[in-house]
């Protein structure tokens, strides 16, 4: 029997490279099927060796009718018109239901006493080493209530955590006050201070309204923890960063930033802060935020630009460091997130990540993906030689009944 002849695949791709018809190649070669020319010319012509199909050209040819064109742009137009319309719409409608909000907020405060606060000292000169506190104040969620059997919080509960957390604070600050001389506490609001009306479905049954949110937390923060704050030291920086919990509309469909709540909320207790005169608010036209401190570099974010694995997100949150770091050109120390829920630290090299806890503990919902644990509050002590020198991690709910859930019998 005789072998059967294959011509080579170089043989044929040359031909093709030539401009050879099949019909002339396959008179010298009949061995070549149709189909094996016909897909030696796709990866010929997909690598760039062969010009295009003619019928692409043509169609080329035909975009080149100025009457085409028109009609494309024609069409282009209209899209982008109606939508932007159905855009401009939805914002008049947040910026009208915002606008009465804040009405409503500022007819609130007419009612309110004033508050006063003596000047702090200026301190002595001394030896003692100089040192900063850093507060992150992460997912306070203000207005979620939760009544199940696994955790419960709400207005009340907020107000009490806020007390333990300023009781707690004020003792160490006079601990540390014996060995070294604290020159500022730096605040930074993380994101979901305020808890959203609308961000999944049912969530109005398991919060409290805006307005609500908007007056009595800027209140509570600012009598029962910023002003005995101020009292004890002689300067707070304040930053606020957006959460997820405070945007408006759908996701991603108005300014991260600059429509959200919590920013609105930052600045309703901005004002009810404006007699603390050592307290210094920088804006922030972004939704991260950089500062420094003795030399060391910092980078706040609200920690929902990366995913968590197994309830801490190591892994995510080192890859989204390393991706600001190269994007900015600049390298961090030390990285603050909360919106996990999860507290933890960690260290890779000699850069830090700083995970916070969240106000209202446990919930349901928490504990079916097999996350939370007892609220807590974390304080960093900084110095000259180091940018986390101590980590302190308050616990906010040990005055509160322990939550005992009694197992059925069945006999």
């Not at 030896?127 to 009544?147: E, F």
């Not at 991706?323 to 890779?348: E, N, Y």
Request: glycine residues 6%; aromatic residues 8%.
């Amino acid at each position: 029997m005789t072998p059967e002849i294959r011509t080579p695949k170089e043989t044929i791709e040359s031909a093709i490279i030539e401009g050879e018809s099949y019909q002339d190649f396959h008179v010298r070669y009949p061995d070549v099927k149709y189909r094996r020319w016909k897909d030696l010319t796709y990866f010929l012509r997909k690598d760039g060796k062969i010009p295009p199909a003619r019928s692409q050209m043509k169609f080329e040819q035909l975009l080149d009718d100025n009457r085409l064109k028109e009609v494309i742009e024609d069409e282009r137009d209209r899209s982008e018109l109606k939508h932007a319309k159905v855009t401009i719409n939805r914002l008049k409608e947040a910026l009208v239901t915002m606008h009465d909000t804040l009405d409503a907020i500022r007819e609130g405060f007419k009612d309110l006493p004033s508050l006063s606060l003596p000047l702090p000292k200026k301190p002595e000169p001394s030896n003692k080493p100089r040192a900063s506190l850093i507060l992150p104040l992460y997912d306070l969620h203000i207005g979620h209530v939760t009544n199940g059997p696994l955790g419960r919080y709400g207005p009340d509960t907020f107000v009490s955590r806020c007390t333990a957390l300023s009781e707690d604070l004020l003792r160490e600050i006079d601990s540390l006050k014996r060995t070294r001389t604290i020159e500022k506490v730096v605040v930074i609001f993380g994101g979901d201070l305020i808890e959203g009306r609308t961000i999944y479905q049912g969530q109005s049954k398991e919060s409290t309204p805006l307005q609500y949110q908007l007056v009595v937390g800027p209140e509570v923060l600012a009598r029962v923890l910023l002003y005995p704050l101020a009292r004890e030291v002689p300067a707070i920086d304040v930053l606020c960063l957006p959460g997820n919990h405070g945007r408006v509309g759908e996701k991603n469909e108005f300014d991260k930033t600059f429509d959200n709540l919590d920013m609105i909320f930052c600045h309703i207790l901005r004002l009810r802060c404006e007699k603390i005169k050592t307290m210094t608010w920088h804006d922030l036209d972004s939704w991260f935020g950089c500062f420094s401190l003795y030399g060391f570099s910092y980078l706040a974010v609200h920690g929902d630009g990366f995913k968590s694995w197994g309830g801490t997100p190591l892994h995510g949150a080192s890859k989204y460091k390393d991706k600001l770091q190269d994007v900015m050109d600049q390298r961090f120390d030390v990285m603050l997130a909360g919106h996990h829920h999860t507290p933890a630290d960690w260290s890779r090299g000699a850069s830090r990540t700083c995970m916070m806890n969240n106000w209202a503990g446990t919930s349901d919902y928490a504990s079916s993906l097999g996350l939370g644990g007892p609220p807590s509050q974390k304080v960093l002590l900084a110095d000259e030689t180091n940018p986390i020198l101590a980590i302190y991690e308050f616990m906010l709910a040990r005055s509160e009944p322990q939550v005992k859930i009694d197992p059925i019998e069945i006999v």
